[in-house]
């Protein structure tokens, strides 16, 4: 099987201007293709260090994939190193001049002679059309490795993967990917994912964590050849084991399946934030089509908007505080009331790093979820930083949403 490498390359990605997530998404991708990533190797822009990082990365793999540095400037130095690299000249491409000439006349603009420098090639070498961008892509074979430079711009970098490679990484496999399923799971930790898991028989599946707050996705991946039925059977155990927290297999994130279920419901959600400020309605506002379910959202920080918007009493805040339950649970109903929505959901918290105090630490945030049978309520500690806070009360929010849905 084939053995991947990436180079990164770009000094913005070594003074930490940059993060380097372009050698995350192509690992995933590779991993999801059932293809080892071997190594990373991120080189700044001077041509002893892409020379250093081709050798160091076509040692150990057969395919390098290569992001970055095929800009017109002079810090673009890719095809220059990788041509010193292979032993070859430089040599301007007809056939990358022409896909340049043709991006520019198709967007009106007119080249610099900086821009003829994307056509310049590693003599040998054989240029992937970028219909994304203006920079050609180009591959070429040298010390038993097949190197494929695209450019370093997510988006043109992404569709170039997709068009030229990912078909390469499947055909070293006799054309058939393996089977990849993401249980997507929401406030439950990953090591308490791991521990529900242990014992559970995955049925020769591979097992794959991945964060990202605030939710833990779980991915299985089967081998090709493996059925559908088996591979079903082994979701079922997994999802049975984890319990609690799975809010969908396969499926989207976690918004738009709550507008998905929103939506088949015929119903409606409204959401009065405090400490969130906004993050929940951004997020359900974010899927298209929210227009279906999501009646309002009020930002109401302070105790006097708390009272004129959503009708918390001031005897409720000046008995319990404004981060409580008393007041979480008349921020869900007053805000479900003033909108006639089906449900209405109120936070309020304390997303620090100050205000704490010994009773209501840093973090300490209480959800309401109203509906038209009851409220519910829960108060969480959640760690981390007022971001991190911020989106974990946002995403548990719409667990709890989930959850009163059935
Ligand atoms: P361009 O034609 O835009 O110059 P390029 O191939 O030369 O393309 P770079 O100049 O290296 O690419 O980077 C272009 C943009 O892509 C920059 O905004 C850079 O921050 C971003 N970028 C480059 N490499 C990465 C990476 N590994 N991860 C994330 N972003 C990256
Ligand atoms: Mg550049």
């Not at 043709?102 to 992937?128: C, D, I, W, Y």
């Not at 969130?276 to 302070?302: F, K, M, N």
Request: some cysteine; overall charge negative; hydrophobic content about 45%.
């Amino acid at each position: 099987m084939t053995r991947v490498a990436i180079i990164s390359q770009g000094e913005e990605l070594l003074t930490g201007e940059t993060v380097d997530t372009n050698s995350a998404w192509l690992a995933e991708q590779c991993w999801a293709l059932g293809v080892p990533v071997v190594r990373m190797v991120t080189a700044g822009d001077a041509r002893a260090e892409i020379v250093w990082a081709l050798e160091a990365t076509a040692s150990v793999a057969g395919l390098v994939i290569c992001t970055g540095g095929l800009g017109p400037t002079n810090d673009d130095l890719t095809v220059e190193s990788v041509a010193a690299w292979a032993g070859v000249s430089v040599v301007q491409d007809s056939t990358a001049l022409a896909q340049v000439v043709a991006r520019f006349a198709a967007r009106s603009r007119s080249m610099s002679p900086a821009n003829t420098k994307q056509a310049n090639m590693p003599t040998g070498a054989e240029v992937l059309e970028n219909r994304w961008g203006t920079a050609p892509g180009f591959s070429i074979t040298h010390s038993g490795a097949y190197v494929i430079c695209v450019p370093g711009v997510p988006t043109e970098m992404r569709h170039m993967f997709h068009a030229h490679i990912a078909p390469l990484l499947l055909g070293s496999q006799g054309g058939d990917a393996p089977h990849l399923h993401r249980i997507r799971t929401i406030g439950v930790g990953e090591s308490r994912l791991q521990d529900r898991l242990n014992g559970v028989d995955l049925g020769g599946a591979e097992l794959g964590f991945r964060a990202h707050l605030p939710e833990v996705q779980v991915k299985l991946r089967f081998a090709a050849d493996v059925h559908q039925s088996h591979r079903e059977a082994v979701v079922a155990a997994v999802v049975a084991a984890i319990g609690r927290g799975v809010y969908t297999v396969d499926g989207g994130d976690l918004p738009t399946e709550v507008g998905l279920r929103l939506t088949a419901a015929h119903a409606t959600v409204a959401v009065a934030e405090s400490c969130t400020a906004g993050t929940l309605t951004a997020w359900l506002g974010g899927v298209p089509g929210a227009s279906r379910y999501l009646i309002e959202g009020a930002v109401v920080y302070a105790n006097a908007a708390k009272i004129r918007s959503c009708g918390v009493s001031e005897a409720a805040i000046t008995q319990h505080g404004a981060v409580s339950e008393a007041v979480a649970r008349q921020l869900a109903e007053g805000i479900r009331g003033r909108a006639g929505s089906t449900y209405g959901i109120g936070i309020t918290g304390i997303a620090g790093p100050d205000g704490g105090t010994p009773e209501k630490p840093v973090g300490t945030v209480h959800i309401a979820v109203a509906g038209p049978a009851r409220t519910d309520h829960h108060r969480f500690g959640f760690p981390g930083t007022r971001s991190q806070i911020t989106q974990r009360a946002a995403g548990l929010a719409l667990s709890m949403l989930l959850e009163m849905m059935g």
